[in-house]
C-alpha cells in the first residue's frame, strides 16, 4: 500500500473508526499522488522566475488558446476557461457551493461537513461512492421506483448485491415501515449502503419533515444495533419542491451528524438544480457525527479517485456556474424557472382531480421534481407507451409492468390537460379491446 | 449476466474471438442499457405531439436555461449548450473527429477503425479502457519514463501488475530490444496489456518511421507466439512533432490492422491538440484486424462504461471543440501555436548544444510535445528541484533520483537561454559543495 494511502487510513481511523471500517478495499488503496502535482503547486507559489513545471502551453503569462474556441465567450477569457481546474474541483467553486448549501439547508447550521467535492455530473459522483464505499457482495438498499443507472453504477461496475425497498403506498406518503424491515434484514451484516432520493425519479415524491425524522430515527436504529451505513442522498433534483407540506431540505440535513456509524453523503448539482444537464457539474459532500477530523483525509482520497478516474471535471463548466452563483440576478432567474416548473405540477394535479381518470389509473404521490407516474389499471405499460407513441405521437416511459413516467419538465402547461386526455384515450381503447 | 451483455458478448466472439478474451470480467458484464435511454430515442423521433419522455426542463421547444449561464455565449444557445450529451459523445463531434484522425494520419487508409467515443478527457479514457480489459494481477507494460497517473489508474484502481520496460537509449533513439525483452518475459501469460506514449511525458521523444514499425513487428511476433495484446497509444501531445526525421502519424496507424490478436486503442483529445486542458475532451478509437464486425458492440460496451461511471461527458466542452474544428480559422490558428512551440524546441537544442552543460546533465533525446528531460550528474534530483525553486525562483519537476523535467511549453522562447543558464548555475554550486 501506498504510504501516503497508509498516512491517510490512520487519520481516517483516528478520527472516525466506522468511517475506515466501510471503506471499499479500493477505497482504502487510495490517496492523493503527490509527484507532479504537488511539485507543480509548490512551483506555482515560489516559481517567480520561470515556472517550467506547468504541462499546459502559455505564452508571456496567459493559456495559449485557439481564437477558434475563444470567440465563443463574451467575458471569459483562456485563463478563465482553458487550464485545468484541481482534481477537487475549483477551491472558489467549492467553497462558493458549500456556502449555498448552507443557505439552501439551514438546518445544517452548526454542523459540521466537508467541503463539497466537484464531479463530473452527479453520477460521477455515486461511482466515486461506489469505488470508495462498496466492495462486491456489499448490500446497496434502493427504491423500488428508482433511476435505473443506480444498478449499473453500483451494481455491474462494483458488484454490490442491489435490494430494493418499497418506497411509496399507493394511498400516501412514503412507505417507511417497509423500508425499515428491508433495512433489519440487512443490518446484521454490519455495514450497509442506502441510496436515497428526493425528489424522486420517477415518482416526483419528496419527503414531509416528520418522514425525514422518522427515516433518520430508522438509521440510527440501525446504527445502535451495531451496524455500519453509507447513506447517499442524490438530490439532483432539489429544489423543485412544489408542495406545502414538503420538507424544502435536504434529508443531509438529518443524517449529517446523526451518528458515528452513518457516513451520510450529499449528491448534489448544476444540472437540474441551474438548468444546465449537460455542463456536468456535481458536487459530494460528507458528514459523519463526530468524525470532522477525518473530512481532509477523505477528501484527499476522493479527489485520488478522481485524479484516477477522469483527472478533473471541466473547467469551463465549473466556471459558468460559479458565474452564474455570483451574479446578482441568479435568484431572481432561478425563482422564475422554478414558479413555471411549480404551475405544470400544479396544473397536472388539477387535471388529474377529475374522477373519470381512475378507470385506467391511479398517480402515485407526487409533489416535486420534473416527473409523476401513473400506475395503470389492467393495461401493460409498455404495450401503452408503444400505442401511445405509435398512434397519437405521445412519449412517455413505461418503467415497470404497470407504471408510466410522465415528465411535466418537458411539457408547456398549456399542453398538459390535453397529454392527459389522449393518455386516458389511448388508455380506454385499449382496455376495451 | 444481463441478456444485453450475452448479446454484445456473442458478436464481439463471433467477429474477433481474441477481443473476447481480452475483455476483463467487467467488460464482459458491461452493455448499454436500454429503457429511458431507447424509450427516450424513440420518442425523439415519433412524438409529434407531445413529449413527456425528457429529464430536462423544456419550455416552448426550447432548453430553459438560466440567462446568468448563458449570457457568457456569443452564439451559441441553450439547446446548444445544456442539454445532454449521449454517453459515447455528440455523433457530429465523433464523426468529425475520425475525419480529422484519417486527415492527420493518412496510412489509415483503408483500416476499419471504430468510430470515437467521447471521454472527459483522455485519462478517462484510459480508466474506460482499465474497466474494460483489465483485471486484477493482469500485466501493463510501461515505459520507465512515464505520467505518474498511469499507475492509480491501471494499478490502484484495476489492480495491474504494472512492470516498466526501458524507454530511451541516452545515446539516442527508442530502446527497442530493452522492450522486446519485457515483453517476452509477459507473452507466455497469453494476455498483456501495453502502453505507448509518444511524444512522450516527460522526455519529449516521439517514434522515428522506422522504430514504429519495428515496435509494431515486435508486438505481431508476440502476437503470433500466442499472446493477446491490448496495445494502446496514449497521443495525448499528438501532432507536436519539431523534427524532420518523426513520424508524424500515431504508433496507431501501425497497429490498427496489424494482427487479429491486437487490439489497438488511441487515445487522444482536444486537451494538448487544442489548446483546451480544461475542457475535458478525449477519444477513444479502436482498431483490430479482422474484427471491424464487432466495433458497434465494443462501442456499446464503451459507452455503458461511461454511462455507469460519469452518464456522459460536458457538451459544451464538445460543443466548442466541434465549432472550432469547423472554423475556418482552426488550422491556420493551429499551425501559428505549433510553429511558437516548435521554435521553443529548437532553441532548447540550440542552447543545449554549447558542451559546458554535459558537466552537470545529459539531455534524453527529444523532438516533440511539450518537455525534455535532463539527467543530472553527481546530484539528487529532488534536491536539485529544490535548491532551484528556493534559492532561483525556477520550478522544474524531478521525476526520479537522477532526472528533472523541464516543459518548454510554458516558458517564452526569450527565457529559455536564461532558463538553462540559471539551472546550470545551481548545478554547478551544488556539486562543488
Chains 1, 2 share one sequence.
Request: hydrophobic content about 40%.
Amino acid at each position: 500500500m501506498n504510504p501516503l494511502a497508509v498516512e491517510l487510513n490512520d487519520t481516517i481511523q483516528n478520527e472516525a473508526p466506522a468511517l475506515f471500517r466501510l471503506l471499499s478495499e479500493l477505497g482504502r488503496e487510495l490517496y492523493f499522488p503527490k509527484g507532479i502535482l504537488t511539485q507543480t503547486a509548490e512551483a506555482n507559489q515560489k516559481a517567480h522566475r520561470y515556472n517550467a513545471t506547468i504541462g499546459e502551453a502559455r505564452a508571456e503569462g496567459h493559456a495559449m488558446g485557439l481564437p477558434s474556441i475563444l470567440r465563443h465567450f463574451t467575458e471569459l477569457d483562456a485563463d478563465e476557461v482553458l487550464p485545468y481546474a484541481p482534481s477537487a474541483g475549483r477551491a472558489d467553486l467549492r467553497v462558493a457551493w458549500r456556502e449555498e448549501l448552507r443557505e439552501k439547508n439551514p438546518s445544517l447550521s452548526g454542523v459540521a461537513v466537508s467541503l463539497p467535492v466537484v464531479t463530473c455530473g452527479i453520477t460521477h459522483g455515486l461511482s466515486t461512492i461506489a469505488d470508495m464505499f462498496c466492495d462486491p457482495g456489499d448490500v446497496l438498499l434502493v427504491p423500488d421506483k428508482l433511476w435505473g443507472n443506480y444498478l449499473l453504477v453500483f451494481g455491474v461496475k462494483r458488484g454490490a448485491e442491489a435490494v430494493r425497498y418499497p418506497l411509496l403506498r399507493l394511498e400516501g406518503g412514503l412507505d417507511l415501515e417497509g423500508f425499515e424491515r428491508v433495512l433489519r434484514q440487512h443490518t446484521p451484516r454490519g455495514k450497509v449502503l442506502v441510496l436515497f432520493n428526493f425528489p424522486n425519479n420517477p415518482t416526483g415524491y419528496s419527503l414531509t419533515p416528520s418522514e425525514a425524522d422518522r427515516l433518520c430515527e430508522v438509521l440510527v436504529a440501525a446504527a445502535e444495533s451495531g451496524c455500519d451505513i453509507v447513506a447517499m442522498c442524490d438530490d439532483a433534483y432539489f429544489g423543485l419542491f412544489f408542495d406545502e407540506a414538503v420538507l424544502k431540505e435536504s434529508l443531509f440535513t438529518r443524517l449529517a451528524a446523526a451518528h458515528p456509524r452513518i457516513l451520510a453523503v450529499k449528491l448534489d448539482g448544476a444540472s437540474k438544480e441551474d438548468f444546465a444537464w449537460g455542463l456536468r457539474v456535481g458536487f459530494l459532500t460528507y458528514g459523519i457525527a463526530g468524525g470532522a477530523g477525518a473530512y481532509e483525509a477523505l477528501e484527499k482520497k476522493t479527489a485520488g479517485c478522481i485524479r484516477g478516474t477522469i483527472s478533473n471535471s471541466s473547467n469551463v463548466a465549473q466556471q459558468l456556474v460559479l458565474r452564474a452563483m455570483k451574479d446578482p440576478a441568479y435568484k431572481a432567474q432561478k425563482e422564475e424557472k422554478f414558479a413555471l416548473l411549480r404551475r405544470r405540477a400544479e396544473k397536472v394535479r388539477e387535471v388529474l382531480a377529475d374522477p373519470k381518470f381512475t378507470r385506467v389509473w391511479r398517480p402515485y404521490p407526487f409533489n416535486s421534481g420534473y416527473f409523476m407516474c401513473l400506475r395503470l389499471e389492467h393495461l401493460n405499460a409498455e404495450a401503452f407507451r408503444l400505442r401511445l407513441l405509435e398512434e397519437y405521437g405521445v412519449g412517455v416511459i413505461s418503467t415497470s409492468d404497470t407504471d408510466v413516467r410522465v415528465a411535466h419538465s418537458s411539457v408547456d402547461e398549456k399542453d398538459i390537460p390535453d397529454l392527459y386526455e389522449v393518455m386516458f384515450e389511448c388508455a380506454l381503447r385499449m382496455q376495451g379491446e
